[in-house]
């Protein structure tokens, strides 16, 4: 059974910081990717960052570059995301997602595999 544990979600003001950590097991897969996606209301979800866990390719969508760092232990299966300089807009549920595929984690992919997700609200 796949599962994902995820933490960090919480209440934090414009401008400051957070970091969500997701710690994945039960994966089909060794490889892969790992990352995150998140969903604001009223809005779909979009993937926000991914990592690779052969390789430590990265993406990013494009409003969170030099803002956000996405970083993973691949011993543990765990992907981080550390969320600087947020602002309201990144107010939404994040939720870890993992693929085996890295191009399914990043852009317009949707990967196979979601966590139940974490809260994070940005004060203005």
């Known amino acids: 059974e796949v599962q994902f544990v995820e933490s960090g979600g919480g209440l934090v003001p414009a401008g400051g910081s957070l970091r969500l950590s997701c710690a994945a097991s039960g994966l089909p897969f060794s490889g892969g990717a790992i990352g995150w996606f998140r969903q604001a209301p009223g809005r779909e979800r979009e993937g926000v960052s991914c990592?690779?866990?052969?390789?430590?390719?990265?993406y990013y969508v494009n409003s969170v570059k030099g803002r956000f760092t996405i970083s993973s232990d691949n011993a543990k299966n765990t992907v981080f995301l550390k969320m600087n300089s947020v602002n309201p807009e990144d107010t939404a549920v994040y939720y870890c997602?993992?693929?085996?595929?890295?191009?399914?984690?990043?852009?317009?992919?949707?990967?196979?595999?979601w966590g139940h997700g974490t809260q994070v609200t940005v004060s203005s």
């Open positions: 997602v993992a693929d085996s595929v890295f191009d399914s984690c990043s852009g317009s992919g949707w990967p196979d595999f």
């Open positions: 990592i690779s866990k052969s390789d430590g390719r990265t």
